[in-house]
């Protein structure tokens, strides 16, 4: 019986030493942040949700996340901006608008996450060597110096800043594939390619919340 007891004490005393608590205070908050992502197009409806949970039931990749999407949108809203921009789940979001779909307030979840991305990249608070900020930063370079996207070059690119290992351990496939003209590193540029990037100017001109 004694030996029963000491096993039965010490069990929930172990499971209590891996739950880590932490408190929110007012002065954590960033005034305003909930208010800005609200005036943000497509993120209006930020105001409406009802914390239901459904965003967090539904999303496939929740169980990996830091913050469910259902905590991201409260604590967006409450103005914990450092908690927001600083967490894995707004990069872990695959866009597949699940959580759109499925919110009773038809809050466009996935709109906001996107937001919330963009604002991250401007403040450079990513996680280093990240490669989905990383690609869309690259991405929006090439679109921008040359009207569209040289796969190659991209992808090359992103390797680079994020798992230069990984390219030399790629290096043999890469040649022969460059040899066969299936991968290719020359940049590649559409006609009117001025154009475009003049219309981006003038987009993150009007909005200055967009992608620089």
């Given at each position: 019986?004694?030996?029963?007891?000491?096993?039965?004490?010490?069990?929930?005393?172990?499971?209590?030493?891996?739950?880590?608590?932490?408190?929110?205070?007012?002065?954590?908050?960033?005034?305003?942040?909930?208010?800005?992502v609200m005036e943000t197009p497509g993120c209006e409806k930020l105001k409406d949700c009802i914390q239901c949970g459904t965003?967090?039931?539904?999303?496939?990749?929740?169980?990996?996340?830091?913050?469910?999407?259902?905590?991201?949108?409260?604590?967006?809203r409450a103005g914990f901006k450092d908690e927001v921009l600083g967490s894995l789940t707004i990069w872990l979001c695959a866009s597949c608008y699940c959580c759109s779909v499925n919110c009773p307030q038809e809050i466009g979840i996935t709109d906001i996450m996107y937001e919330l991305k963009q604002r991250a990249i401007r403040e450079g608070r990513y996680p280093k060597r990240f490669p989905i900020p990383v690609l869309a930063q690259?991405?929006?370079?090439?679109?921008?110096k040359n009207g569209r996207v040289s796969e190659g070059l991209l992808?090359?690119?992103?390797?680079?800043?994020?798992?230069?290992?990984a390219v030399m351990g790629m290096s043999k496939l890469g040649l022969g594939l460059m040899k066969t003209g299936?991968?290719?590193?020359?940049?590649?540029?559409?006609?009117?390619?001025?154009?475009?990037?003049?219309?981006?100017?003038?987009?993150?001109?009007?909005?200055?919340g967009g992608q620089g």
């Amino acid at each position: 019986m004694e030996a029963g007891r000491g096993a039965a004490e010490v069990k929930p005393a172990s499971v209590m030493s891996q739950i880590k608590r932490t408190i929110k205070y007012e002065a954590d908050r960033t005034p305003g942040f909930g208010q800005e992502v609200m005036e943000t197009p497509g993120c209006e409806k930020l105001k409406d949700c009802i914390q239901c949970g459904t965003c967090s039931g539904v999303c496939p990749l929740s169980i990996y996340m830091d913050y469910s999407p259902r905590q991201i949108i409260a604590l967006t809203r409450a103005g914990f901006k450092d908690e927001v921009l600083g967490s894995l789940t707004i990069w872990l979001c695959a866009s597949c608008y699940c959580c759109s779909v499925n919110c009773p307030q038809e809050i466009g979840i996935t709109d906001i996450m996107y937001e919330l991305k963009q604002r991250a990249i401007r403040e450079g608070r990513y996680p280093k060597r990240f490669p989905i900020p990383v690609l869309a930063q690259e991405f929006t370079k090439m679109v921008r110096k040359n009207g569209r996207v040289s796969e190659g070059l991209l992808a090359s690119k992103v390797f680079l800043k994020t798992d230069p290992a990984a390219v030399m351990g790629m290096s043999k496939l890469g040649l022969g594939l460059m040899k066969t003209g299936r991968f290719s590193l020359k940049p590649e540029k559409m006609k009117g390619h001025a154009e475009v990037k003049e219309i981006m100017r003038e987009v993150e001109e009007n909005n200055p919340g967009g992608q620089g």
